[in-house]
């Protein structure tokens, strides 16, 4: 196996090639993919084609898969631990926003993982770096933001999934978090909609602050804009980087096999 690994950014995302993600990987390899996957933050694998059974055996070796309670419907009957991601009206889709994977529980996972199985001309996906989105804010602001906790709520997803906004989970998390395997610190926010407030703050303290992070999180220079082909597994560290699901693709078919593992509480 001859692994190479090619930065798409100046920022987040690499591809990697030389490797078949269905074939066995030797734990040299692995050891590689798990550097790879710490430093870029999203892994790009094109033309791997990857049915459930293979996409789970490969999730397996990050973690233990689990399926978010609003996502339930979305299982695969005979993988229930992978969700079909499949084509929603724009009115409906709550993943067009920058958001982490599932803030609004205590533990939300650590690794999202996506099997491409049907594309539509569009349906990109654009990653921030969190960890930059962070590290760009100047040390007085860094110092004000430290022991915020951000109170996170489903709302968009709940939303989608036919549940009451006023039914849907929430949590309370720090806004400032630190990874547990890179010792980084990272911004924690999502998507106005689904972020309720800052503990302690006001709405007319909190809600300028977290609208300046997130419009400063998400600029271009922070971002990887993936266009997804057939076969393509794309792996993201859900806890330091937002993702977003551009809808610019009406009601053609769009087809992503899912695996989220499961991660700790941030902290
Ligand atoms: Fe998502």
Same mark, same amino acid.
């Given at each position: 196996? %001859?692994?190479? /690994?090619?930065?798409?950014?100046?920022?987040?995302?690499?591809?990697?090639?030389?490797?078949?993600?269905?074939?066995?990987?030797?734990?040299?390899?692995?050891?590689?993919? *798990?550097?790879?996957?710490?430093? =870029?933050?999203?892994?790009?694998?094109? &033309?791997?084609?990857?049915?459930?059974?293979?996409?789970?055996?490969?999730?397996?070796?990050?973690?233990?898969?689990?399926?978010?309670?609003?996502?339930?419907?979305?299982?695969? !009957?005979? +993988?229930?631990?992978?969700?079909?991601?499949?084509?929603?009206?724009?009115?409906?889709?709550?993943?067009?926003?920058?958001?982490? &994977?599932?803030?609004?529980?205590?533990?939300?996972?650590?690794?999202?993982?996506?099997?491409?199985?049907?594309?539509?001309? !569009?349906?990109?996906?654009?990653?921030?770096?969190? +960890?930059?989105?962070?590290?760009?804010?100047?040390?007085?602001?860094?110092?004000?933001?430290? @022991?915020? *906790?951000?109170?996170?709520?489903?709302? *968009?997803?709940?939303?989608?999934? @036919?549940?009451?906004?006023? &039914?849907?989970?929430?949590?309370?998390?720090?806004?400032?978090?630190? =990874?547990?395997? /890179?010792?980084?610190?990272?911004?924690?926010?999502?998507? $106005?909609?689904?972020?309720?407030?800052?503990?302690?703050?006001?709405?007319?303290?909190?809600?300028?602050?977290?609208?300046?992070?997130?419009?400063?999180?998400?600029?271009?220079?922070?971002?990887?804009?993936?266009?997804?082909?057939?076969?393509?597994?794309?792996?993201?560290?859900?806890?330091?980087?937002?993702? +977003?699901?551009?809808?610019?693709?009406?009601?053609?078919?769009?087809?992503? %096999?899912?695996?989220?593992?499961?991660?700790?509480? $941030?902290?």
């Amino acid at each position: 196996m %001859n692994l190479k /690994t090619t930065p798409l950014t100046g920022s987040v995302g690499a591809a990697v090639e030389g490797i078949s993600l269905s074939e066995p990987l030797t734990s040299e390899v692995f050891e590689l993919l *798990r550097e790879a996957f710490l430093r =870029h933050c999203v892994l790009v694998f094109r &033309d791997q084609h990857l049915a459930p059974a293979p996409q789970l055996a490969f999730a397996r070796l990050w973690g233990e898969p689990v399926v978010p309670a609003l996502l339930s419907k979305l299982q695969l !009957g005979e +993988y229930p631990e992978l969700v079909q991601i499949r084509t929603m009206s724009k009115e409906l889709v709550s993943t067009e926003a920058w958001h982490y &994977d599932a803030p609004h529980t205590p533990v939300p996972p650590k690794v999202t993982m996506l099997s491409a199985q049907v594309v539509p001309a !569009g349906g990109d996906t654009m990653w921030s770096n969190q +960890y930059l989105a962070y590290e760009r804010l100047t040390p007085v602001m860094q110092r004000m933001l430290q @022991g915020l *906790r951000v109170h996170f709520r489903a709302v *968009r997803l709940a939303r989608s999934q @036919g549940v009451a906004a006023s &039914d849907a989970p929430s949590a309370v998390h720090p806004l400032v978090r630190t =990874h547990p395997e /890179t010792g980084r610190k990272a911004l924690y926010i999502g998507h $106005p909609d689904n972020v309720m407030g800052i503990e302690g703050m006001t709405e007319a303290e909190g809600r300028p602050l977290l609208n300046f992070l997130y419009v400063h999180s998400t600029q271009p220079d922070n971002v990887y804009r993936h266009m997804w082909r057939v076969g393509d597994v794309v792996m993201w560290d859900n806890r330091c980087t937002m993702h +977003y699901a551009v809808h610019d693709y009406g009601d053609q078919e769009r087809v992503l %096999n899912r695996v989220t593992l499961k991660g700790e509480a $941030p902290a």
